[in-house]
């Protein structure tokens, strides 16, 4: 009779374990980054103010946009789009300020930005401006006003 070396069990094991882990790895990863990124267009509006356009389809966030109020964006400034997918040191330069926080841990996360003075924090849950919690509504503007000029800085909502 014949005995099962032990070197069959542990290429078996290891094996096993290969595949286990490549299952895992795939599907945590998948959920992980299925809902996909914040993205924000930092560009003006028709006034010259300067303004960000935030999306996430996939939570039926579309058009929401941020004016800063008497706040131009200056010459040879152009539109750009940023994808917040990938974790960075923080803070970094950002068109129109800098990211001070960015977590990607699930996707879309948590992405905090501090732009004209103002804190802008990117939730699924909700929008935070200056610390005052805004619904998500898709296609309305909010305009925040210089903070030198009307303390604590206000935020009017748009339809």
């Given at each position: 009779m014949k005995s099962d070396g032990?070197?069959?069990?542990?290429?078996?094991?290891?094996?096993?374990?290969?595949?286990c882990y490549a299952f895992f790895y795939h599907n945590i990863e998948h959920r992980r980054t299925r809902k996909g990124p914040w993205s924000v267009t930092f560009t003006n509006d028709a006034n010259g103010?300067?303004?960000?356009?935030?999306?996430?389809?996939?939570?039926?966030?579309?058009?929401?946009?941020?004016?800063f109020n008497d706040q131009p964006t200056?010459?040879?400034?152009?539109?750009?789009?940023?994808?917040f997918s990938q974790p960075r040191p923080v803070p970094y330069p950002v068109p129109l300020g800098k990211c001070v926080f960015i977590d990607t841990t699930f996707l879309p996360g948590t992405v905090t930005l501090e732009l004209f003075n103002h804190e802008i924090e990117l939730l699924p849950r909700v929008l935070v401006v200056d610390h005052q919690e805004h619904p998500w509504l898709s296609d309305t503007?909010?305009?925040l006003h210089s903070v030198s000029t009307n303390p604590p800085?206000?935020?009017?909502?748009?339809p």
């Open positions: 032990p070197l069959k069990h542990f290429v078996l094991a290891f094996l096993l374990a290969v595949i103010n300067a303004s960000i356009v935030i999306n996430q389809p996939r939570l039926a966030i579309t058009n929401v946009q941020v004016t200056g010459p040879g400034f152009s539109a750009a789009t940023l994808l503007t909010i305009t800085a206000a935020a009017t909502h748009h």
